[in-house]
């Protein structure tokens, strides 16, 4: 996607946790993802005391997100503080090669290739001059950890973010915008469609391969892979085994 060539956003908004620096920004194939209504509503850029309303505000935010993902199919999510490189083209901007942002999302599953993206413009609206606080925009990540739709690399699964680190600290995290439950049926469901029942094959097939071609799995991060796999090995439909640079998975 190009970047816009029109200046930069009006107005004095405070920095928003999720600005990229000026690394090159995802073309997805299809349009552009269409933001709800209530993303142009300034009141839902401070979450409100009323608690009532304020899980109103973070139900809305966690479908955004997840909503958002999906439409770009972003796996892995690097949530870090605004910088002065902030893109203007709408949609997603990919981490690579990024040293501050690449230290920011280590972690132990280093060795595996899955690719992080910024998302500049979900807690920011430039037409209305509004941008989220760091500090909500993690209760709202807090919130998606604690359904399950999100995983914070490097932290444990109990730890808050609001309260374990500060709000301006950079994290990365994958997001399940579909459950591991929900994919380890969808790996059933292709498993059965082409007959490989007793068949081991790679994650790289799985994720990679021409068989996979045209089906959700294709381009699957390979970490949400495992996490599906890992629902199928509890319930006894799957055997992994292998080095981590080379996981085979038998069917059963």
Request: contains cysteine; negative net charge.
């Amino acid at each position: 996607m190009a970047q816009d060539p029109r200046a930069g956003g009006s107005g004095t908004a405070s920095p928003s946790p999720l600005l990229a620096p000026p690394v090159s920004t995802l073309a997805p194939a299809d349009s552009s993802f269409k933001f709800p209504h209530y993303h142009n509503y300034p009141p839902m850029f401070t979450l409100q005391p009323n608690l009532n309303t304020r899980r109103a505000q973070l139900d809305k935010w966690s479908s955004l997100v997840l909503a958002y993902c999906r439409h770009y199919r972003i796996f892995r999510l690097a949530v870090a503080q605004a910088t002065s490189g902030d893109p203007l083209a709408p949609g997603p901007v990919r981490v690579d090669g990024d040293e501050v942002a690449a230290a920011a999302a280590a972690d132990a599953d280093d060795a595996t290739p899955s690719i992080a993206y910024y998302a500049p413009d979900l807690f920011r609206n430039r037409t209305i001059d509004r941008v989220m606080p760091a500090g909500e925009v993690r209760e709202v990540f807090d919130d998606l950890r604690r359904q399950g739709r999100i995983e914070v690399i490097g932290a444990p699964a109990t730890s808050s973010l609001t309260t374990t680190t500060s709000p301006t600290d950079s994290f990365s995290c994958y997001v399940f915008w579909k459950t591991p439950e929900e994919w380890a049926a969808a790996v059933e469901a292709f498993v059965d469609e082409t007959a490989q029942r007793g068949s081991v094959l790679t994650l790289y097939e799985l994720t990679a391969g021409d068989g996979t071609r045209g089906s959700e799995l294709h381009g699957l991060d390979p970490v949400v892979l495992q996490r599906a796999l890992a629902v199928l090995v509890k319930r006894g439909k799957a055997q992994v085994f292998g080095s981590e640079e080379s996981l085979g998975v038998k069917f059963f």
